[in-house]
Every structure is written in C-alpha cells, then in structure tokens.
C-alpha cells in the first residue's frame, strides 16, 4: 500500500507530506534524546504504566516523536503523562533517556529491574517490545492498535500528518501459547482482514523467533528474530486482462 | 516546528472516520448478488466436445475437439488431450463437452458429482468449487506440477514432474509409461500431503502448453484449518519463489489469501 498523506485536498497531502520529508522521525527521536538526556527526566513505576511530569520543550518532543499520551494538565503548561510498558522501556533501554523510580528511596531501576518488572506485568511484553522496539528503530511509528483489535497500528510518521497503513498482532514463529493463541482459525482471519480494511489497513503479523533463549534478562532480545508476514484477501475478479473478455468462448 | 503541538490522540481516533476501503464494499455487493436465485442453468451447445472417461487414468481423453478452450484446457500427450475430472466437469456444466465411457454409453452430470465427491482423482468438492471460481473468470489452471505438454518439458531447463517425482531429461515416450505417472498424481487425494495444489495463470489469449512459462501463482487449497506459519513456509519452498496463494472454500464461498513475506522499509 502507497503512504496515505493526510489533508482536505491534493495539495494539502503534498504539504503534509513534505512536512515529514522536512523533520523525519529519525531527526525528532535524537532530539527528544538529547533533551530527555539534559534535563534527567525521571518516570515513576504505576502498575500497568509510566508516569511523568513534563512541560515545555519536553512535551512537545513527546507529542511529535509519539511517545505516550496526556493524561492531565496539572499546572500551567505541565502535564502528567502516561507511557506505555513498551514505550518506557524503549526510552530506557534503547535511547538511554529516560530513568525510573519506583523505589522508596527514590533511586532509579535497572534495566534488569524493570524487564522483570515489565514482565510480571505483561507476560508476552519480551515479544511485544521486541516488535515495537523493531519497528521504532526503522523510524515506524508505532501506537496501541486495541481499537482495531490488534496489538500495534504504526505510522510513516506523525498521525497528524499521515494515516496508518498497518494493523501489527504479535504473534510466536513456532506455536502460540504464549501469546493467546490468536489467529488461531479462519474466522479470526476473515474478522481482522475485513475490520482493517474497512479502515485501509492491511495485517501485518511479526512472527517472534525466540531462538531457544530465556528471557530472564533483557539481552536475550538481540537473539530474537522477526519475520514479517502481511496477510490480505484477494480478489480474483479485480487481478484480470481486459483481453479476457474477447478470449473466453464458452 | 518549535512550540507547535500536532495533536495526540485525537489524530488517531480520525482513523476510525477514515474513507471505506472500496475493495471491502464490492465484496459485499457481491454476496449480495450470489445468494439471490442464480444457480448455473443448464446449458445446451449447438457444438459439444466428446471426451472418454478413462477410469484408471482418473481423466478424460478427448474423442472430438470443438471450441477455443482447448488452448488451456486438458495435457497433451502422445498427440492426445486429457484433461482432469475438474476440467472434464467443469466443461460438463457449460454443456460443452459430452463425456462417454468406455462402452460409449453417457455419463450424467450427476455421476461425475459423485465421482467427485468420492476425492478420486486427485480432487476433491472444495477443490472443484475453487477451480470453477477461477476458471469462470478466465484464469488458466493446471494441477501442480504436471506438465501442460512434453514438448514444454524439454524446452524449459527445470525439472518438472512427468511422474511423481522431480526427474529431469525424462524422456517419456511410450503412453503405458505415461498412463502409470499420471495415475499417481490423479489417483487418491492424500490429505496430508502439504503441497501445492494448482499453477494459476493470469487470463491470456497467447497461453501456449508448448511454452506456458511460469505460473503467476501457485494456490493451495486449505484443508480443515488455518494453516500455520511453518506450513506456508513448507508449501512456499516448493513454489521456487512463485507466489503462493491459499484458498478457503466455506459453504461455496471461496475466498482467497495471501501470507506474503515482506520487510517494512527503513524511513528517514
């Protein structure tokens, strides 16, 4: 599939479209890193979550490198935050930019820490980060797909400028039990490829080899591999030659 | 670009308002028309084909030849045609073709159901249904890896199965030795053999069996469940880097699927 600009018109796609050629998602990310990395910016462990107080040059990284969402403003100009598991980690782990307290001292966790953290939360969260962390790091946008019923939709770049081309589910290259059986039947192939095109999106499945690793530690994840499936239906009657109107005699 | 704020999750949410994928919308136009009363009628041809039923063969040999379909339609061998008992029933509905056994006596659209519905031959009911889909489209089909002539075998330099197996420089000229090989491929349908089940070429009026080249896709009919990912992986590795497609018939819905590979591009 082409790359859906957003806009009212021609020209308004073609300006959305330059914007991004203009700031690529690549440049945004160094910034948020750098300035992330300056200021100490801190998060606190809640729950299923992570949360933090941002303002100014911060919040606007966060909002055009689409990290996390708002949760409400507190002050003036500051906001508290929410990051997801997989956001969190990947600003911790991967950009290095972020640190998390969750401790009664208010000392920072380890990257160790909060993998086992993150993982008695969320049991599939090493396949999950590897796939969002796979995809953040060739520059996709990557953003919770629950309202469609998969696990991640992502971008070419900001939402506010193009439309998401994929529906991601994560699913385990060998058998899925540890991933709630998904896409286990037919039905749930007809159900996902007619519910994301109905909004054109195609399916999108990542196929999570953990090669015989356990994931006790996060350095397991650089010996995990990713296969990229799209699954779609297709349509014999659109797929012809006109000439098949004059050769068929029968 | 500083102090701007694109939007947060607003701008996802108009995805949900985003404009109806078409190809969904003339799908539904489609079932529409299908449950309606538009069963095939019977037909009656001023110029039928006549073809002989060969029941050790599993196909019919063709006795008269009439009309254009013979282009794409049934394997040369020996000078004679001989076509699959999906290609010989299909025929059979248009009212094209007048099949006989070996006493000369008809053989009736029903009989041939039955024969089918037996899983002889090679084929199945749902392997049928897939084929007459495509076929009433135009598409030009072959059973996996049965070569469309001989003279194709010798021309292309890849090892095609005449027999079972893959061989290469066959050279197969008496037709006792022809009948034996085709009877494996046409004889029981094993249901756990996991591989190919049709060459599908795009409609084309310059198809030649002489020269068909290579199929635009291959499809494999899906049979009791969704197939997992290391068994598309199994069937694509027989595909030689053909595209495979996979078909699913439910209640005489066919419908069909691709599980492409695929690498998402690295962005700016």
Redesign the interface.
Known sequence: MAPRW?GKDAKSKKDAEAEA?K????KIISQLQSSFVQSNTCGFLSDNCVHLAVQGEQ??LL??ACFG??VRIVEKDMYWFQLTLEEAFYLCYFLKCLEINGRADDSPLSNEELWRYFKSKKEAFPCFYKVYSH?RI???VV?SGA?YGVDF??Y??????V??E?GVLV?S??NDADLNGR????S???CS??LL????KTL?VL?INKNGQNDESPLCLANYTI???????????????R??L????? | MEGKVWGYSSNEDNDDVDEVYLQNASDDEEDLHSTSSSLPKLQFRNVKSKCRWNEEMGMAEVIEKNGKMWVSTGIVRSGKIYTSIEETLYLMELGALHLVDNEDRSISLIEMYKKVAGGKYGCCWELFEAYRHLKSLGYIIGRHDVAWSLKSIRSSQKPVAVEGAEESNQQVDTSSKVELSISKLFGELKINDLKPDFDIYLPDSRFRKSSPGDPNFLLYLSRGHLPSRAEIEVLEKQCEGIPLKVCLVTEGRVSFFSFDKVELPILP
């Open positions: 957003k050629l700031e690529p998602m690549s919040l606007d909002d055009k969402r708002p995809l060739k520059n996709w953003r309202q939709i992502v070419r770049h900001h939402p506010a400028l439309h998401s994929y699913l290259h060998d896409l286990s039947v037919w749930d192939v007809h490829t007619r095109g109905s909004v054109a999108l196929y296969e990229e499936r799209t699954i779609s239906r297709w349509s014999p009657e659109q797929c012809r030659e000439s098949v004059t050769f068929l005699d029968l």
